[in-house]
């Protein structure tokens, strides 16, 4: 056993600011959270008056009560829908998340249409997308709860309408794979919308509400002058009576989720057992996981302490200590399941990259996931680390990670920049789960390096035409440069372009990455054939 000590001081000032500043940014991103249900929320007597359920209340019908379930990228389009961060309302028009229904681990999508009819918000599109990929890499079953007004026409971007055909494609993937995909259209699916539904293998519709047409009344009027209603253009009777596009008619959102469940139920599906893997809790206080991490980047963490908390009784393996020894590589287990890790007490040097790149090709071999768990401000600089190899090192670290075998999770701890970024398995290398930690920075470089970086060229440049340079406009321009890195770079403004997969509490990563651990095992375990059901069609 290699038992980690504990080095932290919960008594410490240094400690306390930390934690405080944590704290800070967990209620900002609830805050943030709670907005967006309390937007939903507001449609609430409109939605009951109608004899609807509220999209939330779809979800938690329709999942397992008590059940996990890790909700995905809650801040999505944070800042894109209005500029004013007062008003803002996160989460892409989208509810997304993994769970189960019926005992089965499936990946749950349901639209919002409880803020602007469901209408697709900024970034919802990739969202969508994130979550079918998520779906289609960890062979889950794909619930999808529709009821949109499509896409916003007042935003209508050209490029969104092509790039959504991806949605539509991946829906097809998914029924290709041999993973179900079960649709309740609990209103509209219009227009190219109307796909959304089409491609489904099980579609449930309500009785009086659903609303499925490639053309709405306005639209068909304008284009053939042709008047009709929009239950006789496709309403939940003519679809599941005479198109034979629905296969279950139910009356209410209720009944349609209980049939939803049904469906699920009757699939010969794996469904993961009780855990029986013996396993000790960290012998730390996951609490103090608040108060490790400094909120300025450029102060030195011991990312020992914070692996001390998340893994089975503290007990770290690592691998070759005292060669590269900024990089931290080793072997533990999470509820007691294997996985390797690798995190950064500093830059990456190219004994660091050199280890790791060994380190992850033995975990390849022995089929071990791996988590990376970033705070780096990336590759050594310098005349001496290249002569060393850094760049045919630090290449060969990111060949690693590109060509690994296993499941790779990555955690944004504290600071993502630069090449490290890559070599740490950053979002652009396709991880199978990313999730940040409220207080991350993800950059190509820090904002006073990036600004000084341009005033050097800027000052060699003038020299060079022999004219003088303006200390004024040099300062603005510094000034500029760190305003335009320094707004992009903490997770509100990362996670609202869906470069992960959502904020978590650090408090949270244990219980996360168990289950994500869990899906990565079973999607991997699993070979999908075609599935048998009892339920019979109405």
Known sequence: MSILENTISPGSAAYHA?????????????????????????????????????PRERVALVLDPGAPFIELSTLAGYMFDVPDAAKSVPGGGVIAGIGFVSGIRCMVSASDSGIDAGALQPYGLDK??????????????????????????????????????????NLARLSASGLPVVTVTHGSSTAGGAYQTGLSDYIVMVRGRTRAFLAGPPLLRAATGEIATEEELGGAEMHTQVSGLGDYLAEDDRDALRIAREIMAAMEWGRPGRATLEFKPPRYDQDELLGIMPMDHKRPVD??????????????????????????????????????????????????????????????????????????????????????????????????????????????????????????????????????????????????????????????????????????????????????????????STSARVLDDGVIDPR??????????AICREGDARTPQRMQFSVARP
């Open 303 to 492: 990312m020992k302490q914070v692996i001390a908390r998340i893994v089975d009784d503290s007990d770290f393996t690592e691998m070759a200590p005292n060669y590269g020894p900024a990089t931290v590589c080793g072997h533990a287990r999470i509820e007691g399941q294997a996985i390797g890790i690798i995190t950064n007490n500093g830059p990456l040097d190219p004994a660091g990259a050199n280890k790791a790149t060994h380190f992850i090709q033995a975990c390849c071999q022995t089929r071990t996931p791996l988590l990376y768990l970033n705070n780096t401000t990336g590759y050594m600089v310098g005349k001496a680390y290249e002569e060393a190899g850094m760049i045919k090192h630090g290449s060969k670290m990111i060949q690693a990670v590109t060509s690994a075998t296993v499941p790779q999770i990555t955690i944004y701890c504290g600071a993502s920049f630069g090449a490290g970024n890559y070599g740490m398995c950053g979002r652009g290398f396709h991880p199978r789960f990313c999730f940040s930690w409220p207080n991350a920075k993800t950059a190509v470089m820090g904002g006073e390096q990036a600004a000084e970086t341009m005033a050097i060229v800027t000052e060699a440049a003038a020299a060079r035409r022999g004219k003088p340079i303006e200390k004024d406009k040099l300062d603005a321009m510094k000034a500029q440069i760190v305003g335009v890195f320094d707004g992009q770079m903490d997770v509100f």
């Open 508 to 517: 949270d990563t244990r219980a996360v990455l168990s289950e994500v651990l």
């Open 128 to 169: 969508t997308l994130r979550v079918q990929e998520l779906a289609l890499e960890n062979k889950l079953p794909y619930v999808q709860l529709v009821e949109s007004a499509g896409a916003n026409l007042l935003r209508y971007r050209v490029e969104d309408f092509v790039r959504g055909g991806n949605i539509f494609r």
């Open 18 to 54: 930390n934690r405080d500043g944590m704290l800070g940014l967990i209620d900002r991103m609830r805050t943030l959270e709670e907005r967006t249900r309390a937007a939903s929320a507001a449609a609430k007597d409109r939605f009951h008056k109608r004899g609807q359920l509220l």
